[in-house]
């Protein structure tokens, strides 16, 4: 007997389910996920009804009952034995091809984490003047670019619209967060990539609040149904969407059709730079926590990793630093291995590439792994910030000073995000203020590039804050006021996730040698 | 009926907070002095600052500030929308995320007593109160 997974949410007690068609996809192992056809006569319905939950309900409790909701649906998940959790574990492995030690320790234990009550970002608007220089926020810095030129503005938005892309796990849950939040009800067009993990979150808040899970309408439509995407643009107030280039020209032409405001996060390219003071004995430290940046989300996520920046000087060179990275990239990879969408070809087509140039004499090393299961380039015959192939291909390129950064990424400068550091304080803020004013936006220390802080902006702009008013202010962050204590809380946060998976390995190949014994 | 903002506001406050057991009760963790601070708009030519000292559930003193004076908390807002809160229309926390108040201190703890601030507001919406503009 299979196993069906409904890819949507809405309040059931609407009734529409009834006048609705369904497709069934079978994604293997006996499971099928169930996507409703909509029509805009049931589209209607469904928009009408979070709106009218949000009026009956969300705008007449106090923010205590919401954070209480946001608290213990998140703490359902907390829980490996929730059921949610053991659904999404079984099938988002096979609708997404990231492995399920990815899915379980990067994406739950870790990712989730950023929307647990205590992290929420609840500070209201900054005064951009207050923060001219790195100033602190939470618990670390933040800078303001720019003069504040409002372009957009509602404080009470009624409904808002999110469409989400599909390369990272999670995105959906953070959406419904932060709109309850601000009272908004909410729309969801969950991925077709990964359509399951937005309606198993809607769920688990109807399992704590029905009635604030009824704001949410977790609505799987196919990114061509223009239809559908008009007809929800239409009655929103305003929509956050991220995705690629063509989601960016495809979205922003019905954002303008219908006049409604996008907070769009488009495609970006972030890079990693460590400064000398680290390639001395703790290079092999800083290549353990860099692998880590490297294999999470098999390098899909904007906040992923293309290049790495090595500052000569230390006394561990950069094509040394290479290696060590290639060392931790085969544990890295053990602990958090990569899934069914291995991108094998990806990594074949960067080892082919630059083994050609390493054979023709040019400054390029490469280090592969054994099974093509990542890549690590030494490449020092251009400084040019190229994008990775991805799927764990990185390369390593020496620079003479960490501050010749700013000037070589400064021609794709609106395309930058994240910046993993290993940088020591006290050039740590004249690098940030310069990568800042080239375009990046979130400088984090080094295997936290993919662990958004919940106080950091997203793009240059505060998640909540983007929702009601775009003021062209483009605030930078720094993710710690004390790098070397988040380095050492990082390497620990790092090992304990390797030396858990390393044990049940280790417990795995006991069991399975004792079974062979008995036989 | 009493101007807002005045002193005579500011001690009617006081009392009817100080009357009020379920703020007693959900406040009695509660430690820190507040500025609430209202700043002109279009209705209101000067801004006007209250003191109000919170301590386990009670209000301690509370008055209108003339000169200086400092506190752990600073919450800060146009008039406007202070006389949302006061009609009820608007929570200061729900205010305080979007933007509409500012805090000077650490946000996240005044969250955490949302159930007091809530209290709070229970009170100010029972003091009939005479606009200023």
């Known amino acids: 007997m299979g196993k069906t997974i409904d890819c949507y949410f809405w309040n059931p007690n609407l009734g529409v389910e009834d006048g609705l068609e369904f497709t069934y996809e079978d994604v293997g192992s006996g499971i099928e996920l169930k996507k409703p056809v909509f029509t805009v006569e049931v589209l209607d319905k469904i928009i009408e009804g979070i709106k009218q939950e949000r009026k009956e309900y969300l705008l007449n409790i106090g923010i205590p009952t919401v954070l209480d909701a946001i608290g213990r649906a998140n703490d359902l998940w907390m829980d490996p034995k929730y059921k949610g959790r053991k659904i999404a574990r079984e099938v988002l492995p096979k609708v997404t091809g990231f492995s399920v030690e990815m899915v379980e320790s990067w994406g739950f234990d870790h990712f989730l984490g950023i929307i647990k009550k205590e992290n929420l970002p609840l500070f209201g608007k900054l005064k951009p003047d207050n923060f001219k220089e790195f100033t602190k926020l939470g618990d670390g810095l933040v800078k303001a670019y720019g003069e504040a030129k409002v372009s957009h503005s509602n404080y009470n938005p009624e409904v808002i619209g999110h469409i989400c892309a599909g390369n990272i796990l999670g995105i959906a849950a953070f959406e419904m967060v932060m709109d309850k939040l601000i009272d908004a009800a909410t729309w969801i067009k969950v991925p077709s990539e990964e359509p399951v993990f937005g309606a198993l979150y809607a769920k688990s808040i109807e399992e704590v609040d029905p009635r604030l899970a009824y704001t949410i309408a977790v609505l799987p439509f196919e990114s061509g149904n223009n239809v559908v995407k008009e007809f929800l643009f239409s009655k929103s107030d305003i929509v956050r969407a991220t995705g690629g280039e063509q989601a960016r020209r495809g979205l922003s032409e019905v954002a303008d059709k219908y006049k409604v405001p996008i907070a769009g996060h488009w495609h970006k390219f972030s890079f990693i730079t460590i400064a000398r003071e680290y390639l001395d004995e703790r290079a092999s430290e800083i290549a353990e926590l860099v692998s880590l940046d490297v294999s999470a989300w098999d390098q899909q996520g904007c906040f992923s990793p293309q290049e790495i920046f090595a500052e000569t000087g230390g006394s561990v060179s950069p094509i040394e630093f290479a290696q060590l990275l290639a060392e931790e990239m085969e544990t890295t990879s053990r602990a958090l291995p990569k899934g069914s969408n291995s991108g094998k070809m990806q990594v074949l087509d960067g080892y082919y590439q630059y083994f050609k140039k390493e054979m023709m004499g040019e400054p390029v090393k490469i280090f592969p792994s054994a099974t093509h299961q990542w890549l690590v380039i030494y490449d020092g015959a251009t400084t040019n910030f190229e994008p990775s192939p991805l799927f764990r291909v990185i390369r390593v390129k020496p620079v003479n000073d960490i501050m010749e950064i700013p000037k070589l990424v400064k021609p794709i400068g609106k395309f930058l995000q994240t910046v993993g550091v290993a940088i020591p304080k006290d050039r740590l803020i004249p690098f940030a203020d310069a990568i800042g004013e080239a375009g990046a936006t979130n400088i984090r220390t080094i295997s936290s590039m993919t662990l958004q802080k919940a106080w950091e902006p997203w793009d240059g702009r505060f998640p909540l804050h983007e929702l009601f008013e775009q003021d062209n202010i483009r605030w930078v962050s720094i993710d710690t006021i004390d790098i070397d204590k988040e380095i050492k809380t990082a390497l620990e946060r790092k090992r304990s996730i390797v030396d858990q998976r390393l044990q049940l390995d280790k417990l795995q190949e006991k069991e399975h040698s004792a079974m062979n014994l008995n036989h | ?133």
């Open chain 2, 1 to 133: 009926m009493v101007r807002f903002p005045s002193d005579e506001w500011i001690g009617i406050f006081k009392e009817e907070l100080n009357k009020n057991k379920i703020y007693e009760e959900v406040a009695k963790t509660w430690e820190g002095d507040f500025l609430f601070v209202v700043t002109p708009d279009d209705e209101l030519k000067k801004e006007v600052v209250f003191y109000v000292d919170l301590w386990h559930g009670e209000c301690r003193e509370a008055y209108l500030v003339k000169g200086k004076r400092k506190a752990a908390f600073v919450f800060k807002g146009p008039y406007s929308n202070w006389k949302k809160v006061i009609n009820k229309e608007l929570d200061p926390i729900r205010g305080l995320i979007r933007g509409m108040f500012t805090v000077d201190g650490d946000s996240k703890i005044i969250i955490d007593q949302a159930k007091a601030a809530q209290e709070l507001v229970n009170t100010v919406s029972k003091i009939p109160v005479d606009f200023e503009g």
